[in-house]
């Protein structure tokens, strides 16, 4: 019994094509969008949700990025944290800001002339307490000669303000807003995004499998002395009738 190699060859590319076409659309219909960016340049900064976050032209950069999973955004909306710390032009985390603690002083000490004013003397001690905090340490930034920012995101001082940052985090009402206003149109984008990509990369396999098949055919054939279109030589009495069509992918 003569084997067909040719036809064996054809069935093995079909089988590789299928395959990568059924993987392609397996990731592609299975991908679902579950991450939510939040932007923060400084330590008075408040957390700003990112309404771009995969733009391929003007991407935000991270000097250190940290995740919070499953937060609930509201009622219905369960998504991954994705906390973005911003660098300044050196590449550095700005962990103290003098200009932004002064003017948060400022707020502070204008809310304890508030409490005092209402008679609220528990919060108004809170509030001094907090503003004792922060002058002391705006003073001994000005005496130590610290610098304001870091470009080395592993230093103690950074770390320490990242991981507070990051502990501490809550989402602000005008962030949550913006969230379940335009998450919707973000995710249904990416998820376009991620099936064209998918899908091309599928495409590219299905592609190859192809035209390795065919020039291998061609190779053989060229070897053998088998003319295009037919699995055996002419001469062979086990000669098989082939369409010439099928000679495109062996």
Request: hydrophobic letters at 40%.
């Amino acid at each position: 019994m003569n084997i067909n190699w040719f036809e064996g060859g054809r069935r093995i590319t079909y089988l590789l094509m299928g395959i990568s076409a059924a993987i392609g659309l397996y990731y592609a219909c299975d991908y679902s969008p579950n991450r939510v960016q939040l932007v923060t340049t400084s330590p008075r900064d408040d957390w700003n949700f990112d309404d771009n976050p995969f733009s391929k032209f003007a991407p935000i950069e991270c000097a250190e990025t940290k995740f919070i999973y499953d937060y609930q955004i509201n009622d219905d909306l369960v998504r991954d944290i994705s906390l973005c710390f911003q660098p300044d032009d050196q590449g550095g985390i700005i962990y103290f800001d003098k200009r932004e603690e002064s003017e948060y002083l400022k707020r502070v000490e204008a809310a304890i002339v508030k409490a005092n004013a209402s008679g609220e003397e528990n919060d108004a001690k809170v509030l001094a307490l907090a503003a004792s905090t922060i002058r002391k340490t705006i003073a001994e930034a000005d005496f130590d000669g610290a610098q304001t920012l870091s470009s080395d995101p592993v230093d103690p001082e950074v770390q320490s303000y990242v991981d507070r940052r990051t502990a501490d985090f809550e989402i602000n009402s005008e962030a949550r807003l913006k969230i379940e206003k335009h998450l919707p149109k973000i995710e249904r984008d990416e998820w376009i995004e991620n099936s064209k990509e998918v899908l091309s990369i599928a495409a590219y396999f299905i592609g190859g499998f192809w035209i390795f098949s065919f020039v291998m055919g061609w190779v053989i054939r060229g070897f053998a002395g088998i003319p295009r279109g037919q699995d055996f030589r002419p001469s062979s009495a086990n000669k098989l009738q082939t369409d010439p069509a099928l000679d495109e992918t062996t």
